[in-house]
């Protein structure tokens, strides 16, 4: 299970800058890298949230991971601009799903009894959200009843 200290480790080892500031509330965080450094920015009330908060660091550092630099979303948003952009918060976010709980860890956890939703998100500290994308993901070969 990958922990937000482990997730802050992460940014130190690949030197990309953690920030945290005061957002708007439909915006939970943010990559940006300016062809030289790589900084991430998270919203402050996510503190208050920590299992959204490992979510969206994750899926920041996934950004980190998988963006190619030309595919970086500009201002104008034509038609091929946002399926960029859709392809890069996919990969994003299923890379911060494969991050933060792996399959080994959903298997242990079913053995433990841990079997809803509410719990595995709970036991890996992350939103439920995560956890139903990551058993959906075809290397979860778990029968799930919702």
């Known amino acids: 299970m990958t922990e ?6 992460e940014c130190d080892r690949y030197n990309i800058r953690l920030a945290y500031n005061d ?3 439909q915006v939970n965080g ?24 490992n979510v969206v660091l994750a899926e920041e550092l996934g950004h980190y991971h998988t963006l190619t630099l030309n595919n970086i979303p ?3 948003w034509s038609r091929l601009n946002r399926l960029n952009f859709d392809k890069n918060e996919a990969r994003a976010v299923r890379w911060a799903a494969f991050r933060l709980i792996s399959q080994d860890d959903i298997r242990t956890a ?5 079997n809803t939703l509410a719990a595995l998100a709970e036991r890996f500290q992350v939103t439920q959200g995560l956890v ?15």
């Open 4 to 9: 937000y200290s482990d997730l802050v480790s």
């Open 23 to 25: 957002l708007d509330d």
């Open 30 to 53: 943010f990559f940006i890298y300016d062809g030289t450094h790589s900084t991430i920015v998270l919203a402050n009330r996510l503190n208050d949230n920590p299992a959204l908060r």
């Open 74 to 76: 500009c201002q104008c």
């Open 110 to 114: 079913v053995q433990d009894g841990v």
């Open 132 to 146: 139903l994308y990551r058993l959906r993901l075809p290397d979860c070969q778990i029968v799930w009843n919702e």
